[in-house]
């Protein structure tokens, strides 16, 4: 799986319209091949801040998305961030959940 993190910074005048595109933008990422899920959400205490986060069954299926028109007008949109916007993409080679944290707090673990 990967996961894809984007942040972006918009000027609070422009906030509402901002978050408006891009929540415009997160029902055809997940409407793409290989995608597990796509959510946008804002940083706290700072709400400047906006997120995208998108989960791909492979590369191959991200490099598709990367491709598409939607993707495009993604970067167009994230050309307007008030700083540069941060991009990143996370190679995850094992999932874990609550049994990790019950490893853990185990006696033995």
């Given at each position: 799986?990967?996961?894809?993190?984007?942040?972006?910074?918009?000027?609070?005048?422009?906030?509402?319209?901002?978050?408006?595109?891009?929540?415009?933008?997160?029902?055809?990422?997940?409407?793409?091949?290989?995608?597990?899920?796509?959510?946008?959400?804002?940083?706290?205490?700072?709400?400047?801040?906006?997120y995208?986060?998108?989960?791909?069954?492979?590369?191959?299926?991200?490099?598709?998305?990367?491709?598409?028109?939607?993707?495009k007008?993604?970067?167009?949109?994230?050309?307007?961030s008030?700083?540069?916007?941060?991009?990143?993409?996370?190679?995850?080679?094992?999932?874990?959940?609550?049994?990790?944290?019950?490893?853990?707090?185990?006696?033995?673990?």
């Amino acid at each position: 799986m990967i996961i894809e993190l984007m942040r972006i910074y918009v000027p609070r005048v422009k906030k509402r319209e901002f978050t408006k595109a891009m929540g415009c933008l997160v029902n055809p990422i997940q409407g793409q091949p290989g995608c597990l899920g796509c959510r946008l959400f804002q940083s706290w205490p700072r709400q400047t801040g906006l997120y995208i986060e998108a989960r791909w069954e492979s590369q191959e299926y991200l490099i598709h998305y990367l491709r598409s028109p939607d993707y495009k007008r993604l970067l167009l949109l994230i050309e307007l961030s008030a700083t540069p916007p941060i991009v990143e993409f996370f190679n995850v080679l094992e999932i874990h959940g609550l049994d990790l944290v019950e490893q853990a707090r185990s006696p033995s673990g």
